[in-house]
């Protein structure tokens, strides 16, 4: 089974508004964390956003907010007021908190979401 | 500045051509890993190292090997490339934390031939 779960393989969104990412995940550990990176067609990994799993409170970073719902286990990501530059590859990640049972910190992540921005 | 280097950037190489790529951090963190990329199945693990001389493997390491002589690099070594390894590999550092970004270096193109 897949832990961390991306539906939309693509997504439009016109300037100036606000659009929602999907992100769903499975894990059995109480601690873990939800990591959200863009990636631009040049390639470089950018680091978004951090949702821990006992922060009670949704992560905002500027335009970025994470809607965290943990008991449906969905971490989706709202950006607001879209502008052209956020046309990217956007990823969703898990990292679990436990050593045992071949975690090892890794990053899990899901398949991306293709967000194209329209002036 | 912190940041981690990876070299080279981009790669054309032939089919049985041992070759490396480096990986270097300098933020003094413990946990280093390298993930290839690969359209439709986002990153996936190929090695990883919590320490100094402690590696092991992650989703995908067939065909790959790693060491990890010294804190701050962390090189991939491909001993027989072939074309099935053509990907964009990602060197990464972080903490030993789960509530730590992994901090992600530029990336390889690499394309085997």
């Known amino acids: 089974a897949q832990k961390i779960t991306q539906t939309q393989p693509g997504m439009f969104v016109q300037e100036k508004e606000a659009v929602t990412l999907d992100c769903t995940y499975d894990?059995?550990?109480?601690?873990?964390?939800l990591f959200w990176y863009k990636q631009p067609s040049s390639g470089e990994m950018i680091f978004l956003i951090y949702?821990?799993?006992?922060?009670?409170q949704n992560a905002t970073e500027g335009r970025y907010s994470l809607n965290f719902q943990k008991a449906r286990k969905s971490a989706n990501l709202v950006i607001s007021a879209s502008q052209l530059g956020d046309s990217a590859m956007y990823f969703c990640?898990?990292?679990?908190?436990?050593?045992?049972?071949?975690?090892?910190?890794?990053?899990?992540f899901g398949k991306g979401t293709l967000l194209t921005v329209n002036p | 500045e912190a940041q981690v280097t990876q070299n080279p950037r981009y790669l054309i190489t032939v089919t049985g051509k041992k070759l490396t790529v480096t990986c270097s951090q300098n933020m003094n963190h413990e946990y280093m890993s390298w993930y290839r990329q690969d359209p439709g199945l986002g990153l996936r693990q190929i090695y990883y190292?919590?320490?100094?001389?402690?590696?092991d493997k992650g989703d995908v390491p067939e065909g790959y090997k790693v060491s990890r002589k010294e804190k701050r690099n962390f090189p991939l070594i491909l001993e027989s490339p072939s074309p099935n390894q053509t990907s964009l590999y990602f060197c990464a550092s972080s903490p030993l934390l789960y509530q730590e970004t992994q901090y992600f270096g530029p990336g390889t193109r690499l394309l085997v031939l």
């Open positions: 894990t059995s550990d109480q601690s873990y964390g």
């Open positions: 190292s919590m320490n100094v001389e402690v590696t």
């Open positions: 990640a898990m990292r679990e908190g436990r050593r045992s049972g071949g975690s090892n910190y890794k990053l899990t």
């Open positions: 949702q821990g799993s006992y922060d009670e």
